[in-house]
């Protein structure tokens, strides 16, 4: 694929996760990317940056897709189901970054930031960007895997910009009502969650904790496999923080390992792992790795450590949807996936 453009068109380009997308494919150097940006038809026309290159955002249609490589769905799930299909019938791969399409016929969950998986065959016409939580919990599943992981216990905390744009923009705004001692704006998490830690959201919050660590759980589950999955013990909280996902995890393992040799092996081995004292959302903000920090804990059996995790979601989100691209683009040529 050395020295090809690739034609790609974003679908949500005024939305966070739209943003860091188009950032991310500007920066690419495996593939050359021309980028179209799409959204509803109250962005059309809005002016944005992608890398050094101002674009234009299109209002989108049933014919945006004709001549697109690969689309990128970054909207909301019901843009993703709305026109998936008319992207598919105009040839072009799919990567789908909303979760709205996982379970549709020839449709993956992928990661190929973690190793292994089934990768996608001459019969797959798009690939849903995993769970980013999912993909740092996989991520240090795999590599523990090779020291005999018997038990992995996370407390993960969810960042407001999982939620997009209006979850950003609900927690700001309920930071300046508390200060001014003005009643909280609540559609979107029907709860406070400026200054305070959930373990569920309200009754008609347009998010669901539960719903999403069990997406998490799968996720994980399809990255590595059931056994993996099942000696996770997850818990999701929902922080008052703005970006990034932090993760407090602790793991037994059957080998004996000190903690020396436990973080070299997790650094070492794992090239998405950066080695941090004091991992935090605000300096994993703009990396694409997990930044990690190992200490050991105390353990009858075997070796028991600590992990604290930091990963900035949307740039993990938009590096994972990347990668998935180059596994379609890959088949593209031999096979003429469409």
Known sequence: MAGKTWRGA???????????????????????????????????????????????IQTIAADSFVGIDVVFFASEG??????????????AAIVDLTGALEGQPHVQVR????????????????????????????????????????????????????????????????????LSFKPLPKDVYDAQVAFNLLASLGSVAKANLENTRDTIRRHIEILTSKDAADSVALQLLQ?????????????????????????????????QFLEDESPSNEIAAGKG???????????????????????DNLRLSARNAAACALELLQLRPASGVQ
């Open 289 to 311: 790795e997990v930044l990690l920090r190992v200490t050991a804990s105390e353990s009858k059996k075997g070796s028991a450590f600590w992990l604290w995790m930091a990963a």
């Open 78 to 91: 019901a843009t993703a189901l709305q026109f998936w299909k008319a992207a598919h019938a105009a040839g």
């Open 111 to 178: 990661s190929p930031l973690v190793s292994g998986g089934a990768r996608p065959d001459l019969a797959t016409i798009a690939e849903v960007s995993a769970q980013p939580a999912a993909i740092m919990l996989a991520l240090a599943s795999k590599a523990l895997s090779a020291v005999g992981l018997e038990r992995m216990a996370a407390t993960v905390l969810q960042p407001a910009s999982q939620l997009g744009n209006a979850g950003v923009e609900e927690v700001h705004q309920q930071t300046v009502s508390l």
């Open 10 to 56: 974003v679908v949500g380009a005024s939305a966070l996760l739209g943003k860091e997308l188009a950032e991310e494919l500007s920066g690419a150097t495996e593939v050359l990317w021309d980028i179209t940006l799409f959204d509803a038809e109250d962005a059309g026309g809005t002016i944005t940056a992608a890398g050094d290159e101002a674009l234009v």
């Open 239 to 271: 922080a008052p923080v703005f970006h990034g996902y932090t993760a407090s995890v602790f793991v037994e393992t059957s080998q004996q390992m000190d903690e020396k040799a436990l973080r070299k092996m997790l650094v070492e081995g794992q090239p």
